[in-house]
């Protein structure tokens, strides 16, 4: 059984009160390594079994951002210790690594996507990426007025966080419904999105809205930059597996009495869509910024061909 901590953390992941790809990672490291300082297991084999079950309980809490099976696989793929406390060590050295890698891919993303933002811009955002917001504030700290307009992003409003971050960077913002998009995207400089996957192709997986934005991007000839750290890149795609596109539920965008009003409906609630590379010009990412259709070299440098589930029960 997983600890307190690591059953609360999923289901804050599930509940969308951690959300973002970049934040789910952080939190599920720190709930391997609330995990491992605190277990009681008096054997090897019992404290691996504890921490594959909690990564499992983490895993199965939202399916589309690969940042969390990166976390989980960081963490606890190929663990070397004969002893407990040697396994303990192994855990909470990488857990702390990993969190700190993602603060500074961050930072290194912000430098480099902060390069593409001139003085004056005006940007379009979708959803609340850390990764994007990342870039706008480095060019805001290099002096550059950037200005934005903010989707709303239904159902779960995520650009009104945008809005706020942006405020506090002093970045003047105006906001719209997501149906207005392309008529203001003539007024915009870039499109700026985050990632929750990128696939082997160099297609983003984002918050759903994303490809409808960027089929109208092309249509306006505004560029589409992705900012999105390396543990967007979904190495399964590597050997065929698809990206899963979380549905929600259907109370997130109507509400039980307006349901009934209207009479025998489907309503359908995709959390991500799939954005295909020939409507991307380009991905940030700590790495250096690439066209989506050669992310697939960066992908297979840094992750090789994976399939196996660390945390998967043995057989
Ligand atoms: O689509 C979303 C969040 O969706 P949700 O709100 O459903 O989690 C974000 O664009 C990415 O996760 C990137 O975020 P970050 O750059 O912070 O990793």
Known sequence: MPIEEVEETAEAIETMEIRGAATIAGAA????????AASEATDPEAFEAELRAAARTLYQTRPTAVSLPNALRFVLQDLEGATVEELRETVLTRTRKFRADLEHAQERLGRIGANRLRDGDVIMTHCHSTDALATVEHAVDAGKDIEAIVKETRPRNQGHITAQ?????????????????HRYLNDVDHVLVGADSIAADGSVINKIGTSGL??????????????AQTIKLHPGTLTGHTVEIEMRA?????????????????????AFDVTPPRHVDAIITERG????????SLMRELYGDVDEEPWAEPN
């Open 165 to 181: 971050r942006l405020r506090e960077l002093g970045v003047p913002v105006t906001l719209i419904v997501d149906s207005a998009a």
């Open 289 to 296: 910024q690439y066209p989506p259709e050669s992310i697939v």
């Open 250 to 270: 259907e109370s997130e965008v109507i509400s039980k009495a307006d349901r009934e009003k209207i009479g025998e409906i489907t309503v359908k609630n995709p």
């Open 214 to 227: 960027a089929v109208n991007a092309r249509d306006r000839g505004t560029p589409i930059v992705v900012a």
């Open 29 to 36: 490291a720190a709930a391997l390594e609330s995990q491992a």
